[in-house]
């Protein structure tokens, strides 16, 4: 039976991704690369670090990793600032999944400045038992780490732990932590190859509490 529900948050929780890969598509050009939504969704799911650091070497460019992520975050945060929608039908869900008791976590690849800021628009802080963000890692998704540190921090052991993802990268980092996984379709997500999860949804209103937690 299923203790606890780890939420991804761009694409799960919030409709979030495009505003990503346009402010990531700014930041390059401000570098002289044009670099395709394609591309950039290769790297949906992981950190921001890990994702500057490949291309920063792949293109030579000369300038760091902060320097890019703190252009790209500027640019974000505007965005989010003008539309910041839940994805639809997770809130309901989660409060669903609260009702029958069942614990809640965030397991994101963002920085946790991005996530409180994400929860706060939405007003749904108060149903996270915890969060753990980019910086409470060191090692990014496929890695397990993100999922055991949000098991270990709700008490739960990781086979009673269900994930939420809609990156390849999050399913397979699920999967290596020895959790159950739903793979959500997001079409702003890219063309993501979630054969892993146990099972996939393309709306959330579809999830049924039974189907979550059995």
Same mark, same amino acid.
């Given at each position: 039976?299923?203790?606890? /529900?780890?939420?991804?948050?761009? =694409?799960?929780?919030?409709?979030?991704?495009?505003a990503?890969?346009?402010?990531?598509q700014?930041?390059?050009? *401000?570098?002289?690369?044009?670099?395709?939504?394609?591309?950039?969704?290769?790297?949906?799911?992981?950190?921001? *670090?890990?994702?500057?650091? @490949?291309?920063?070497?792949?293109?030579?460019?000369?300038?760091t990793?902060?320097?890019?992520?703190?252009?790209?975050?500027k &640019?974000?945060? *505007? !965005?989010?600032? $003008?539309e910041?929608?839940?994805? *639809? =039908? /997770?809130?309901? !869900?989660?409060?669903?999944?609260?009702?029958?008791?069942?614990?809640?976590?965030?397991?994101?690849?963002?920085?946790?400045?991005? /996530?409180?800021?994400?929860?706060?628009?939405?007003?749904?802080?108060?149903?996270?038992d915890?969060?753990v963000?980019?910086e409470?890692?060191?090692?990014?998704?496929?890695?397990?780490?993100?999922?055991?540190?949000?098991?270990?921090?709700? =008490?739960?052991?990781?086979? $009673?732990?269900?994930?939420?993802?809609?990156?390849a990268? =999050?399913?397979?980092?699920a999967?290596?932590?020895?959790?159950?996984?739903?793979g959500?379709?997001?079409?702003?997500?890219?063309?993501q190859?979630?054969? $892993?999860? #146990?099972?996939?949804? #393309?709306?959330?209103?579809k !999830?049924? &509490?039974?189907?979550?937690? @059995?």
């Amino acid at each position: 039976m299923i203790e606890a /529900v780890i939420f991804d948050l761009d =694409g799960v929780i919030v409709e979030s991704e495009n505003a990503h890969i346009t402010a990531e598509q700014q930041t390059f050009l *401000k570098h002289g690369v044009k670099i395709s939504a394609e591309e950039l969704h290769r790297y949906t799911g992981t950190t921001a *670090k890990a994702m500057f650091t @490949a291309l920063i070497a792949k293109y030579r460019l000369a300038t760091t990793f902060e320097k890019m992520n703190n252009e790209k975050e500027k &640019i974000l945060f *505007k !965005l989010l600032e $003008q539309e910041t929608e839940p994805t *639809k =039908g /997770v809130i309901n !869900l989660m409060q669903k999944l609260k009702q029958r008791g069942i614990k809640l976590a965030v397991g994101s690849s963002s920085t946790r400045k991005l /996530v409180d800021f994400v929860l706060e628009r939405l007003n749904i802080t108060r149903l996270f038992d915890c969060i753990v963000a980019a910086e409470d890692v060191t090692h990014s998704k496929p890695d397990p780490e993100i999922f055991l540190k949000a098991a270990a921090r709700l =008490g739960t052991n990781p086979n $009673q732990c269900l994930v939420i993802e809609d990156a390849a990268l =999050g399913v397979e980092a699920a999967k290596r932590a020895g959790m159950k996984c739903v793979g959500y379709r997001n079409p702003h997500s890219g063309n993501q190859d979630l054969s $892993q999860a #146990d099972i996939t949804i #393309d709306d959330f209103s579809k !999830l049924t &509490i039974e189907k979550t937690i @059995a």
